[in-house]
């Protein structure tokens, strides 16, 4: 089993950067690809980024191409994610989870989740 913990998260102005960590704990999760999602109030938890656990392979949603980076420390047990000109819609809580196989992008996937981490853009 793996626990994972979320942080970085807090208000940021529209345009503004923040990064994102997931740790995990109990035991080393550099073998398990890893995901990034986000639920904002109102609406479903979708998909953000992930990452292979060789962190060879990449994913992202068409919204956050471009702006976002999905990165990983597998010697620190640490997956990153770096959100650059952040958009106000984007403000959410965000979920890191892993031991996921197959499509990435999908929420079934995966076994282990955080517990999230707030993301506040304001305009």
């Known amino acids: 089993q793996v626990q994972l913990v979320e942080s970085g998260g807090g208000l940021v102005q529209a345009g503004g950067s923040l990064r994102l960590s997931c740790a995990g704990s109990v035991r080393t999760f550099s073998s398990d690809n890893v995901g990034w999602f986000r639920q904002a109030p109102g609406k479903e938890r979708e998909f953000v980024a992930a990452i292979s656990w060789s962190g060879g392979s990449t994913y992202y949603a068409d919204s956050v191409k471009g702006r976002f980076t999905i990165a990983r420390d597998n010697a620190k047990n640490t997956v990153y994610l770096q959100m650059n000109s952040l958009k106000p819609e984007e403000t959410a809580v965000y979920y890191c989870?892993?031991?996921?196989?197959?499509?990435?992008?999908?929420?079934?996937?995966?076994?282990?989740w955080g517990q999230g981490t707030q993301v506040t853009v304001s305009s």
């Open positions: 989870a892993a031991n996921g196989s197959g499509n990435l992008r999908l929420r079934s996937t995966y076994h282990y």
